[in-house]
């Protein structure tokens, strides 16, 4: 890794504060109490909020956190071989999100936790034979979701998709090609969940989606 110099230092900084566990608090949060359709009408924003920290942030969180302490992994350079079994304690937690999402059918929280889901499949998949970026993984997703149900304010977030993959490559956690393998495709998968769950041709969720507007603009 390069060391010293300013942009060393702010990518060390975009990288520690925008890790995949304080992306997804960010997402969870957001889409409970922000969305635009609700959180279904068994659970409270407050209810979404408490079950999606604890099985997508802290279940998949605290193992890394305690690895991480112990000196077992490294921040910036892990080697593949010792991602898998986080890979699958992640996986348990967003299932655990997912079936509690579907259950009491809040739509908006399960579009987060089964994005999350099919996302830390698809890396560990990837794993097995490459070394793909968690990081922008962690916010290719969210970014695309925030995108799609909140439009051009949504949109922002693509920005530190980019800001991160420069960072990661920036500090030699990742080649260019990882990071940017881990940004598209948690967007594609994110984005297939949106088109699932959220989808733009029910006009139940016609305001919601940024390509409903799109095409109400166009028409109109």
């Known amino acids: 890794m390069e060391q010293g110099g300013t942009g060393t230092s702010l990518a060390g900084f975009l990288s520690k504060l925008f890790p995949a566990q304080t992306v997804t608090a960010i997402a969870v949060l957001v889409f409970a109490f922000f969305s635009p359709i609700g959180t279904g009408v068994y659970l409270a924003p407050l209810q979404c909020a408490v079950i999606g920290i604890a099985s997508m942030v802290l279940i998949p969180g605290v193992p890394l956190a305690y690895a991480l302490w112990k000196g077992i992994v490294s921040f910036n350079r892990t080697e593949k071989e010792k991602r898998h079994a986080f890979y699958v304690i992640g996986l348990a937690g967003y299932g655990l999100a997912s079936v509690t999402f579907a259950y009491y059918s809040s739509r908006i929280m399960l579009l987060v936790s089964l994005s999350y889901f099919f996302v830390t499949l698809a ?53 260019m090609h990882q990071a940017v ?12 969940v949106c088109l699932l769950i959220y989808p733009y041709w029910n006009p139940m969720f016609l305001t919601g989606s940024l390509i409903s507007r799109l095409i109400n603009l166009l028409i109109h």
């Open 181 to 192: 393998a881990g940004a598209l495709l948690s967007s594609l998968i994110t984005l297939a």
């Open 123 to 175: 890396c560990m998949l990837v794993n097995f034979r490459w070394k793909i970026s968690v990081h922008t993984a962690g916010i290719g997703g969210p970014a695309t979701a925030f995108t799609y149900v909140y439009g051009l304010p949504g949109a922002a977030s693509l920005l530190l998709v980019v800001a991160l993959i420069w960072a990661r490559v920036k500090l030699g956690a990742h080649t």
